[in-house]
């Protein structure tokens, strides 16, 4: 059964900073790619970042790059995201989702094929 499945996400003081984990069964993420889509309350999906498995090239929204870092390892099949400098903009649930072959660019959430259920992640004092 492939699944990916979230965890890291929390409530955190503006300028804080969390990691986000995705971990992956019953599918290896060696061919994928996978990223990070967030949706905030009354608004759309967004891509927040996607990382290539072969070649790591990345992408990154431009309201969270200098602040985010994807990164994976592929022999424990996980990805992570790194939020530093999180400000209230950045409260939603954050899904992981993979894609065969390479990030998609331009297409946004609508390229990838498998997603986990979500972490919520809320930047508040």
């Known amino acids: 059964q492939v699944q990916l499945v979230e965890s890291g996400g929390g409530l955190v003081q503006p300028g804080g900073s969390l990691r986000l984990s995705c971990a992956a069964s019953?599918?290896?993420?060696?061919?994928?790619?996978v990223g990070w889509v967030r949706q905030a309350p009354g608004k759309e999906r967004e891509e927040v970042s996607c990382?290539?498995?072969?070649?790591?090239?990345?992408y990154y929204l431009d309201s969270v790059k200098g602040r985010f870092t994807i990164s994976r390892d592929n022999a424990k099949n996980t990805v992570y995201l790194q939020m530093n400098s999180l400000n209230p903009e950045d409260t939603a649930v954050y899904y992981c989702a993979a894609t065969f072959g390479p990030c998609v660019v331009g297409l946004g959430w609508k390229a990838y094929d498998y997603w986990g259920q979500g972490t919520q992640v809320t930047v508040s004092s």
């Open positions: 990382i290539n498995s072969k070649d790591g090239m990345t």
């Open positions: 019953g599918f290896s993420l060696d061919y994928y790619a």
